[in-house]
């Protein structure tokens, strides 16, 4: 039997790292197949047979994949992240894709990995920023409760809900978080059926920018510009103090568990995801501590953490705009007396060659007084004069 294994994601579950180690496996000798129609690069998934194109255009697409897959005999391996929204945005677009796909396979089989949500959104509001997304990080977090923004629904019961209309597919739901460690290659090789005589590579794809990097782009899109040096430099020196990967505030992160925790225990019912049923962050207890005397507040190390709520927020962003302002001034009034500095030390340097050529002009000039001096007291010698004479002559003509 000859199957399609249709990889679907989500994003932020190693789907690109599963990609590119495809893209320099052993396919052939396995006897997988990971088709060229729809990518955007060599070492890409197949975003594009995913993407919200014409309809005209899609469908030629397809039309070549088939064609492609038609002249192989192995098992066939298709995967984007960009799938998920096709699915749930396009769902009848999704169905006919299974349908021409079937014309030239036995079975198709959906494999989709989900992972936490908490952790879903810190790492997704991140990559967001590359493309001059504006919300700050409370207000994504909050607003992917209820709102997709041009995304999918992170109820994923919703999102099974839909899968489960699609005719003619196997579905295979997976943890990201059970394999996150290990590496998704491994789990999804073990969903095909890859044989193991075959071993891959894993290509680790590690896409996670410095937080100065983040913060810079996150300052660009709310500015709608391109940073100044200053705003730059202000930017760096604030992340020298910040860690390298902040998490979100507790109490956003409670709400989020708290938000999904009845349709995650549904789905773990269903399929091996029990590490999506988060047990909810402990609340902050103080005792008997009042803030008084010397003794160090309970939970201190927690309470006084930056998270992304703080960071990406507006009044971080007043923040940056205030100290980049006065780092600016600061800078220009330094470049202002760096250049005053440089105009003296050039003038120095002309008075200095100037006194210099003074300087060994006047040491000639001593030097022929001394000579003529020493002819003069030689002059007084009357069996000197003669010779004095010849000498004299020789130094007036110099």
């Known amino acids: 039997m000859r199957r399609c294994y249709l990889h679907i994601g989500t994003h932020k579950t190693g789907t690109t790292s599963i990609q590119r180690s495809l893209t320099q496996a052993p396919l052939s000798e396995a006897g997988f197949y990971f088709p060229n129609t729809g990518k955007w690069t060599a070492d890409s998934g197949h975003h594009g047979l995913a993407s919200a194109v014409a309809s005209s255009q899609h469908d030629a697409l397809v039309d070549s994949l088939i064609q492609e897959i038609s002249l192989v005999p192995h098992h066939i391996i298709l995967s984007s992240e960009e799938f ?26 959906v494999v989709l990995y989900l992972r936490r949500q908490a952790d879903y959104i810190e790492s997704n509001y991140i990559e967001r920023l590359k493309s001059q997304f504006r919300l700050g990080f409370s207000a994504y977090a909050f607003a992917r409760i209820d709102e997709d923004l041009a995304e999918f629904p992170l ?31 491994a789990d999804f090789l073990s969903v095909i059926d890859w044989p193991a005589a075959h071993p891959i590579d894993e ?31 202000t930017i760096e020196l604030i992340a020298l103090g910040l860690p390298a990967r902040p998490r979100m505030d507790v109490n956003t992160r409670r709400d989020l568990v708290q938000q999904f925790a009845a349709s995650n225990r549904a789905l773990a019912e269903r399929f091996p995801l029990d590490l999506l049923k988060e047990p909810l962050p402990g609340d902050y207890s103080f005792g ?34 205030a100290a980049s302002e006065r780092f600016g ?37 001593q030097r022929l007084a001394l000579e003529r001096h020493a002819m003069l007291d030689a002059l007084q010698d009357p069996g000197a004069q003669p010779k004095a004479a010849r000498g004299w002559r020789r130094l007036f003509r110099r």
């Open 203 to 233: 290509c680790r794809v590690n896409e996670s920018l410095h937080i100065a990097d983040s913060l810079k782009n996150f300052c660009r899109a709310q500015l709608q510009r391109a940073l100044s040096d200053a705003e730059e430099r």
């Open 288 to 321: 008997a501590w009042t803030g008084l005397g010397d003794g160090a507040p309970p939970h201190q190390e927690t309470l006084w953490q930056v998270t992304l709520d703080h960071l990406f927020s507006r009044t971080f962003f007043e923040i940056f705009l």
């Open 329 to 365: 001034n600061t800078q220009a009034a330094l470049s202002g007396l760096e250049a005053l500095a440089n105009e003296r030390h050039s003038q120095i340097e002309t008075l200095q060659r100037a006194l210099d050529i003074t300087q060994a002009a006047l040491t000639k000039t």
């Open 84 to 109: 998920t929204h096709m699915l749930w945005r396009n769902t009848q677009g999704f169905q006919n894709l299974v349908d021409r796909v079937l014309t030239v396979t036995d079975r198709v089989t």
């Open 155 to 185: 109820d994923y019961l919703r999102l099974i809900e839909v899968l489960d209309r699609i005719q003619n597919v196997d579905i295979e739901v997976r943890s990201y978080d059970a394999v996150r460690a290990s590496g998704a290659l």
